[in-house]
């Protein structure tokens, strides 16, 4: 029995028993697409396209208000330091006003008090206080 099918595949006889070589063409089906199915596609497509743009406009936001903490941190850094630096000025120019420092500092220049002026003032005070 072996063969048998053995021969006959060899021979030829079953070697075209499907007809591979031969075209086939069909006749193409056009079916109407319905204006139904078209307005459910258009409607799906206006509906993903506002989802994704709901999407990306929800993370740019989002981002925004994370750069947005980043710079009033880095703001209220500045802030504390400028606060700290106006605070070493003003006591720069307090000690700096100072009388005893004005004084001080005359003096080193060489500019004391005019002597014949502290007299007048003295003398001045002192008649004042006798007249009383």
């Not at 109407?32 to 307005?39: E, I, Q, T």
Request: charged share 30%.
């Amino acid at each position: 029995m072996l063969r048998r099918a053995k021969s006959r595949l060899q021979g030829g006889l079953m070697t075209n028993r499907f007809f591979p070589e031969k075209q086939i063409t069909n006749v193409p089906v056009a079916r109407p697409v319905s204006s139904r199915v078209m307005g459910w596609l258009a409607a799906i497509g206006v509906a993903g396209a506002l989802l994704s743009c709901g999407f990306v406009i929800s993370a740019r936001q989002h981002f925004e208000a994370v750069s947005v903490g980043y710079q009033s941190e880095e703001l209220r850094r500045q802030s504390g330091q400028l606060e700290e630096r106006l605070r070493q000025l003003e006591l720069d120019y307090a000690r700096a006003s100072s009388p005893v420092e004005i004084e001080r500092r005359a003096q080193k220049l060489g500019l004391g008090p005019d002597k014949k002026a502290t007299d007048k003032l003295a003398n001045g005070n002192a008649n004042r206080k006798d007249k009383r």
